[in-house]
């Protein structure tokens, strides 16, 4: 409550503008800031440039861009690429140089923040849902999951992220309810509503994703069972192995990165905060922007068809930088939806085929 009353003695006084009460939440020292404008920096402009290549790489392929499984991963892209930017920008404005705005402006900024964090969780729930399908039903996935349907998935999505995020800019903020002791003007019963939140999309990922596996290890069960002699053991083990590996490692990386900020923001809601806290609170926020930057890696680059999309891009720009004009066409000449169409038609469950990010 002693904030809540510097805040509002602060927005009563003439030249409010300087919001003075923001400074407390200001608690880095010079050496830390150093390390955190460095970090901040350089994390950004990594994530920012592989999604900027990731979107580049699915809106210049009329192929990709029709595919549900693309609309995904470029919303993901999308999101992530708004969040390194605009948090690695703020974040350095409000920590490093000390910047203070109006409520207003401050509260934009921190719904904007969260709207593309809550996007990209958004974005990775909806890709888990795809693989789902895709692994799980592939014979009619292309019915079950169409691109309007994905289209209208996504819209979804970014709206309610969008209304989600900007609540406390809409007039939810502390003050008579008690203020976070890490967001400026930002209630603790928000702050636990969106915590729900993102727990309810992570337990939707981990679960959609622990059920492909158990699905796929069912399947591999049942080949080893009635083809011994036809096919060794290992081939779809093998298969099974690779998929969990992949799986594990999507969950590994998402744990890391929010693990500890979710910890650290659920705990600030039943206890008061040392600036030590704060500060460890500061360095773990940026593994939010790592997972930005390890996005792309999991998600796009390890598709076949964004690599070839990537492929035939850079034959082009050889192309034209040697004078030749683009003289190929844009697409592979082999078609990878025929090759999906045909992995359909001879493959009877989710484990006998690469169990990466490829197509349905």
Same mark, same amino acid.
Not at 43 to 61: H, P, Q, R, T
Not at 138 to 145: E, F, S
Not at 211 to 220: G, I, N, S, T
Not at 317 to 332: D, I, N, S, T
């Given at each position: *409550?002693?904030?809540?009353?510097?805040?509002?003695?602060?927005?009563?006084?003439?030249?409010?503008?300087?919001?003075?009460?923001?400074?407390?939440?200001?608690? %880095?020292?010079?050496?830390?800031?150093?390390?955190?404008?460095?970090?901040?920096?350089?994390?950004?402009?990594?994530?920012?440039?592989?999604?900027?290549?990731? %979107?580049?790489?699915?809106?210049?392929?009329?192929?990709?861009?029709?595919?549900?499984?693309? /609309?995904?991963?470029?919303? %993901?892209?999308?999101?992530?690429?708004?969040?390194?930017?605009?948090?690695?920008?703020?974040?350095?404005?409000?920590?490093?140089?000390?910047?203070?705005?109006?409520?207003?402006?401050?509260?934009?900024?921190?719904?904007?923040?969260? *709207?593309?964090?809550?996007?990209?969780?958004?974005?990775?729930?909806?890709?888990?849902?795809?693989?789902?399908?895709?692994?799980?039903?592939?014979?009619?996935?292309?019915?079950?999951?169409?691109?309007?349907?994905? %289209?209208?998935?996504?819209?979804?999505?970014?709206?309610?992220?969008?209304?989600?995020?900007?609540?406390?800019?809409?007039?939810?903020?502390?003050?008579?309810?008690?203020?976070?002791?890490?967001?400026?003007?930002?209630?603790?019963?928000?702050?636990?509503?969106?915590?729900?939140?993102?727990?309810?999309?992570?337990?939707?990922?981990?679960?959609?994703?622990?059920?492909?596996?158990?699905?796929?290890?069912?399947?591999?069960?049942?080949?080893?069972?009635?083809?011994?002699?036809?096919?060794?053991? *290992?081939?779809?083990?093998?298969?099974?192995?690779?998929?969990?590996?992949?799986?594990?490692?999507?969950?590994?990386?998402?744990?890391?990165?929010?693990?500890?900020?979710?910890?650290? *923001?659920?705990?600030?809601?039943?206890?008061?905060?040392?600036?030590?806290?704060?500060?460890?609170?500061?360095?773990?926020?940026?593994?939010?922007?790592?997972?930005?930057?390890?996005?792309?890696?999991?998600?796009?680059?390890?598709?076949?068809?964004?690599?070839?999309?990537?492929?035939?891009?850079?034959?082009?720009?050889?192309?034209?930088?040697?004078? /030749?004009?683009?003289?190929?066409?844009?697409?592979?000449?082999?078609?990878?939806?025929?090759?999906?169409?045909?992995?359909?038609?001879?493959?009877?469950?989710?484990?006998?085929?690469?169990?990466?990010?490829?197509?349905?």
């Amino acid at each position: *409550m002693e904030r809540c009353r510097a805040m509002e003695a602060a927005n009563g006084s003439e030249g409010s503008l300087d919001f003075n009460p923001m400074k407390d939440y200001m608690i %880095l020292s010079s050496t830390q800031k150093i390390a955190v404008a460095v970090l901040c920096t350089v994390l950004g402009l990594l994530s920012a440039l592989e999604n900027m290549v990731v %979107l580049f790489l699915i809106l210049s392929s009329h192929r990709l861009r029709r595919k549900p499984s693309y /609309l995904f991963i470029g919303s %993901l892209a999308g999101a992530d690429l708004l969040a390194s930017v605009i948090f690695a920008c703020n974040f350095i404005i409000f920590h490093v140089f000390g910047d203070v705005d109006s409520k207003a402006v401050f509260l934009l900024k921190i719904g904007s923040v969260t *709207m593309t964090f809550t996007a990209s969780v958004g974005s990775l729930l909806l890709t888990a849902v795809d693989r789902y399908l895709c692994l799980c039903y592939p014979p009619t996935y292309k019915a079950l999951l169409t691109r309007e349907r994905a %289209l209208v998935a996504l819209c979804v999505m970014w709206i309610l992220s969008a209304l989600i995020s900007y609540l406390p800019l809409m007039g939810w903020t502390c003050c008579p309810s008690p203020c976070s002791e890490l967001f400026p003007l930002i209630p603790n019963d928000y702050l636990l509503g969106w915590l729900l939140l993102i727990a309810i999309l992570f337990s939707g990922i981990i679960y959609t994703y622990g059920y492909v596996l158990w699905k796929a290890h069912q399947h591999v069960a049942s080949l080893a069972e009635h083809q011994d002699r036809q096919m060794p053991g *290992m081939a779809p083990m093998r298969l099974d192995v690779r998929l969990a590996k992949t799986l594990g490692l999507v969950l590994a990386v998402l744990l890391i990165c929010w693990f500890p900020v979710l910890v650290l *923001m659920g705990h600030s809601l039943v206890v008061t905060l040392s600036d030590k806290i704060k500060e460890a609170f500061a360095f773990c926020s940026m593994l939010c922007l790592v997972n930005s930057t390890v996005n792309p890696i999991i998600y796009a680059l390890r598709s076949g068809e964004i690599r070839s999309s990537a492929h035939h891009c850079l034959v082009d720009w050889k192309k034209r930088l040697r004078g /030749l004009g683009p003289e190929g066409k844009e697409e592979a000449p082999r078609s990878s939806v025929t090759e999906t169409e045909a992995d359909v038609k001879t493959t009877p469950g989710p484990s006998s085929r690469d169990p990466g990010w490829s197509d349905c």
